[in-house]
């Protein structure tokens, strides 16, 4: 049964640690754009220096939460550096140095001068941090197996249960978070000053300081969710490029930006249906289109189903109608 | 007068015979105007008959003190103020032509833009370079000419994000709700009574962005009332109101001094001044002109020259312009202007 076999691909993408991963990059994502109106095009550059942050760590030896806690701090310290010359300009400032900055965190990952600890263009293997992390299972040790309905993986290690169910308990915490923040009056300036910041500077609110709260938060998000993108893979540079950032905003757009679930619902759907796609089309066109065809044809779709969702349904599956309506500021 | 709120309302009322109350025009509007006859308002007048009416004259009690301020923009000045000085207590209107560096004036004061040279001191503490959220938190709380309601916040939303000090606001004090949620809860009560004054309790529900224009000017101003301000800055509150919330407008700026408030607005009409204000400032190419009190200031011939131009009574027509004396005299003039 090919369709079966289809239908059960996609359903694994609904719980993969990558899904969990990118769900928690678009949460980062909301907090800058669906919260404050800040256009962060660089996501992917706070998941890398996540995930250098924390691969680099282990490899040097520092226990896992050490590890966890310097890949957090990467991404403070990344949007730190990226908002103090720009959070003060025009919003566009900040799209265009993210991505930028982004690319350049990329090109210094996989240049050969630092190649003694990043690895280089290769990266780093999986295999030489992932140990704290597996150590820290509290599920059967390998090579046990569990079945959850038509999924089937190993308990503890790369691909495995213990992966999933640490990528989603980071994703339920941050929602968690995400919900704390923004129904707060902290929440209601940052709406204010996505709204018109000038409006909210005249009533005596420190503009920089809370748009600087929000994008090392949001960065926080991003390089946390760069260290869960990595957990069930290796480190490479080049896997973590511009599609990545554009993937987690066709999920934060799809899902509802301002929504607190829209970003994991939009990552569930997306890669539940880009699955969908990829899988269909291998076992549909098969002799037709190649398997190196399928992958860019997946890639095209994402990037119409992005324009499309922008042009016809801007508030994504969560958003509100009726909010989006008032956009003359 | 009638006491319209919403525009949806005005449009009701004229169906009935009531219907001659509603001014047809802003001008009429404005007539309808009466001052307020509260201690307030005559304490003002009283303090102000005193001082005599000259281009910057020392007050009684000045709330705000302006020294030689200029902003340049390239080779022109947009603002060149000598001396200025704002009486607590009373309302000043700041008047000039379109392009006399009015607003520039105002952005300046509330720190959204920074001056070339100068300085200026509110309630004695100098207040040049200070950045425009702390110029607020002084106490001085502007509004602006083209209204800045936070369309996809509710109106209710708009007046709590106004109340300075909650608790809540900081980040980490954010996440505890028992923290913040005494503060929300008063400063909820206060904006409901602050909405109920401007009519708008009914909305506050609704998305700011739903609001007519005139409402959002409401917003606007009852927004800034929820800072608690010393002193309250109105860029043009009645451009693009309908002629029956002019009144309600006015009444409400009237309202704002009786209850101890310093207010300074702008205005392009003289028009509209006339009526409410204690104190009158002239401005004309980026200098003050003149001021005074609103009755006699008009009849000023800087006055009547900013707003009509010096030769506005001579005859382009007339032969004797083409003799190169009188062109020369008419120069002169022009010079010592």
Known sequence: MELSRILTQALAELIAPTTAAIALAAIGLNLHFGFTGLLNMGQAGFMLLGAYGFGIATISGAPFWLALLISLAAGALFALILGAPTLQLRGDYLAIVTISAAEIIRMLGRATVFQEYTGGAAGLTGGSFKSTFQELSFLPAPPERGA?????????????????????????????????????????????????????????????????????????????????????RSVAPDAMGRSLTFFAWTVLLLGGAATLFGPVLGSMLFYAVYMLLRAGMREGLEGVVSATMVEQIGGLLVGVTLMLLVIFRPQGILGNKKELAFDAR | MPDETTENKVTEVSDVPEATDVPESTVEALDAVERSETEAAKAAEHVLAAVEPTVGVSKPDPILVVDDVQRRFGGMTAVDVQHLEVQRGVITALIGPNGAGKTTFFNLLTGFDKPNQG??????????????????????????????????????????????????????????KPLWAGTEKKNTEKALEILARFKLDAKKDDFAGSLSGGQRKLLEMARALMTDPTMIMLDEPMAGVNPALVQSLLHHIQALRDDGMTVLFVEHDMHAVRHISDWVVVMAEGKIVAEGPPKSVMQDQAVVDAYLGAHHDTDLGDDSLLDPAVLARLEAEEEKR
């Open chain 1, 148 to 232: 959850f309905g038509p999924l089937e993986y190993v308990f503890t290690g790369s691909d495995s249960w213990w992966t999933r169910l640490f990528a989603w308990a980071v994703v339920l915490i941050a929602v968690v978070f995400v919900w704390l923040l923004t129904r707060s009056p902290w929440g209601r300036v940052l709406k204010g000053i996505r709204e018109d910041e000038d409006a909210v500077r005249a009533l005596g609110k420190n503009v920089f300081s809370y748009k600087m709260q929000a994008l090392v938060l949001g960065g926080m998000c991003g390089s946390l969710a760069g260290m869960l993108y990595v957990l069930p």
């Open chain 2, 119 to 176: 300085s200026w001191a509110f309630e004695g503490r100098p207040l040049g370079g200070v950045s425009a959220a702390k110029v607020a938190r002084n106490g001085m709380v502007r509004t602006f000419q083209l209204t800045k309601a936070l369309s996809r916040l509710t109106v209710l939303q708009n007046m709590l994000l106004a109340a300075m000090g909650n608790p809540g606001e900081n980040l980490f004090g954010s996440l505890v």
